[in-house]
């Protein structure tokens, strides 16, 4: 009976141990935690799933084995290192280590070895359990950096920075700016008012900001003067938002110091007052105008001029409609192309009708003034030339009468021999008839010949009046069509000089001219020529005249052999009125008449120069 009883009750022992067995081993697999137990000599005697998932190896494979049976020399020394020093104290021991799974994956664990203690106090083991604190170390890892980060931006912005508690308006903290700047340790303002560091210079600017905040919520760009720990004044540029902090509301305040920008704010419109000041009192009208075609200003001698208040013309649509007619849309095409350019440009005369209805003309130039509120501006300054422009004409008429004034003369050389030889057959056809011995076969050769150098001298009319012919418009020529035309009415006049003339053309271009205008040119070049030829007596007097072109312009070059100008007159030669003729040959208005034609006119280049035998002179005009 005694047997049968001990039978069931250790029967009973056994399910009771087996149920404690598998609730062990379910409770130890559940967790994620490395869990593992080792005997006195530190073999493993049990361990759960995520141990075997650890060492890579089956519970079988890691029972009754030791560290170096199942890890590395290194990770094995690290353990018993760990587990000796625990035994030596009799207390658990805690450690942290980033440790490697077989599958390179890294893991940081915490592990708490504690010793395994019988009723008697005898140790017979350890357990130890490892925590995998992978994700929250990562996690502080990125707090760690993510304020770190805060703190550089906090503290290393350029901008001042205050955190106030909302309710009781205690400073909470300040940045490493507010301490440079504002004189302050942060130990001096943290728990105080802004009041109580006297942070406000004006008290009415703390009741706007507070008011504004309370309204709105926060601050967006507000301007208020702030005081230093020294009492200097700072020029704040406020924004300032609602924050939360453990729970409780602050309010973010961010300060931009705009002292130096709004000293050189100030500086800047005292400059611009300035230089409106200049620009209004200037002499000559000035305009500035920009791509969007609004004209920002107009000066007093602008408006005096044109009669136009600034009010009238206040866009380029306008100003141009009004000062140029039908020609509007040829000047705006013309102001428009101003915008790209970096540097003055001169453009030209322009013929203005003003608000009487009168033409007044101006020589304009511009240059740009840069990039004024996002768009480029540009200034225009006007020369009022009306008078000039009437002188001009009037020593341009007198030009032509001195012109027309030689042009007789050569007429009058050339008609010179028609008519002896008209009046010499006409004086044979009388003798013929009083010696009664006319013959009707030699009459009809001296009509003949009337008729012949009568022909000369109508051909020699129409030379000359072609001359003086006023061109309207300009247009295509060839420079050596202007020569050749040029040479019929001075060639008499140099073959009468026994004055070699030479042509050279090697240009095919042609030019945009008013073609009586440049044959003047040619005239007065090729007649000044051959006055200094003859004045100086030159024993083999040559002309030569070359036509060729360079990249941009056609050249007509005109040299003689008359041993050149005077080094102290040269510079003076295109002055007008100026001339080294006595006052009965020379008015001095012949090559100043041509550097207006040539320059003014058409737009090209004359210049001189003297050579080895004489003077050149130089035309250049844009192909």
């Not at 056994?14 to 081993?25: S, T």
């Not at 611009?272 to 000559?284: C, S």
Request: include cysteine.
């Amino acid at each position: 009976i005694n047997y049968l009883k001990t039978e069931e009750i250790l029967k009973e022992n056994n399910a009771k141990y087996r149920k404690l067995k598998e609730l062990y081993e379910n409770i130890i697999n559940s967790t994620e935690n490395l869990m593992f137990v080792k005997d006195t000599n530190f073999s493993y005697i049990a361990c759960n799933h995520a141990f075997e998932k650890f060492v890579g190896k089956s519970r079988d494979e890691i029972i009754g084995k030791y560290d170096y049976d199942v890890f590395s020399k290194e990770v094995a020394d690290s353990f018993s290192k760990h587990v000796e020093e625990m035994l030596k104290t009799n207390k658990s021991k805690t450690n942290f280590e980033w440790v490697t799974y077989p599958n390179g994956e890294k893991i940081y664990l915490v592990t708490i070895k504690s010793p395994l203690v019988d009723s008697k106090g005898n140790i017979f083991g350890l357990v130890g359990n490892s925590i995998n604190m992978t994700k929250q170390k990562k996690v502080e890892k990125e707090l760690s950096v993510s304020n770190d980060k805060f703190e550089k931006a906090f503290n290393n912005t350029p901008n001042i920075i205050i955190i106030s508690n909302l309710k009781t308006g205690k400073i909470y903290d300040v940045n490493k700016t507010f301490t440079n700047l504002i004189g302050y340790k942060k130990d001096e303002v943290i728990g105080k008012t802004t009041f109580e560091i006297d942070l406000w210079h004006d008290f009415e600017d703390r009741n706007k900001y507070l008011e504004t905040f309370n309204k709105f919520g926060s601050i967006d760009g507000d301007i208020y003067k702030i005081n230093t720990k020294h009492k200097n004044i700072i020029i704040g540029k406020v924004h300032a938002s609602l924050i939360t902090i453990s729970g409780e509301e602050y309010i973010l305040a961010v300060a931009e110091d705009i002292t130096e920008k709004q000293k050189n704010l100030k500086l800047l419109e005292e400059k611009k007052r300035e230089l409106e000041t200049i620009i209004q009192e200037a002499p000559n009208p000035i305009m500035l105008h920009n791509e969007n075609g609004k004209v920002l200003l107009v000066n007093k001698v602008w408006e005096e001029l044109t009669g136009y208040k600034y009010e009238e013309i206040d866009t380029i649509a306008k100003w141009t409609k009004k000062a140029y007619g039908e020609k509007m849309l040829v000047a705006k095409e013309r102001m428009d192309i101003l915008y790209p350019i970096h540097g003055k440009v001169d453009e030209g005369e322009y013929n203005i009708i003003t608000k009487d209805g009168e033409t007044i003309i101006w020589q304009f130039s511009s240059a740009p003034l840069g990039i004024i509120d996002g768009v480029r501006t540009v200034i225009s300054s006007g020369m009022d030339i009306t008078e000039l422009k009437h002188k001009d004409d009037l020593i341009m008429m007198q030009s032509r009468h001195a012109a027309m004034g030689e042009m007789i003369g050569m007429i009058a050389h050339q008609w010179r021999q028609p008519i002896s030889v008209i009046a010499m057959v006409a004086n044979n056809v009388l003798l013929d008839i009083a010696l009664d011995s006319f013959d009707a076969t030699q009459a009809e050769k001296f009509a003949q010949t009337i008729l012949n150098q009568t022909s000369h001298l109508s051909k020699t009319i129409d030379d000359f009046r072609n001359f003086f012919k006023p061109d309207k418009e300009v247009s295509k020529v060839k420079l050596q069509d202007i020569i050749e035309e040029t040479i019929t009415i001075v060639n008499n006049s140099l073959i009468h000089n026994n004055i070699t003339l030479k042509t050279s053309f090697k240009s095919n271009s042609e030019v945009d001219a008013y073609p009586r205008e440049l044959m003047q040119v040619f005239v007065n070049i090729i007649n000044n020529a051959k006055d200094a030829i003859t004045s100086n007596s030159i024993e083999k007097p040559i002309i030569q005249i070359k036509v060729y072109d360079d990249d941009k312009y056609v050249n007509t070059e005109i040299c003689d052999n008359g041993k050149g100008i005077d080094a102290a007159v040269l510079p003076k030669i295109f002055d007008p009125y100026y001339t080294t003729k006595d006052e009965k040959t020379g008015t001095g208005l012949g090559l100043y008449m041509s550097k207006m034609i040539i320059e003014n006119h058409l737009n090209g280049v004359i210049e001189a120069k003297n050579d080895e035998q004489g003077a050149c002179l130089r035309v250049r005009l844009l192909k």
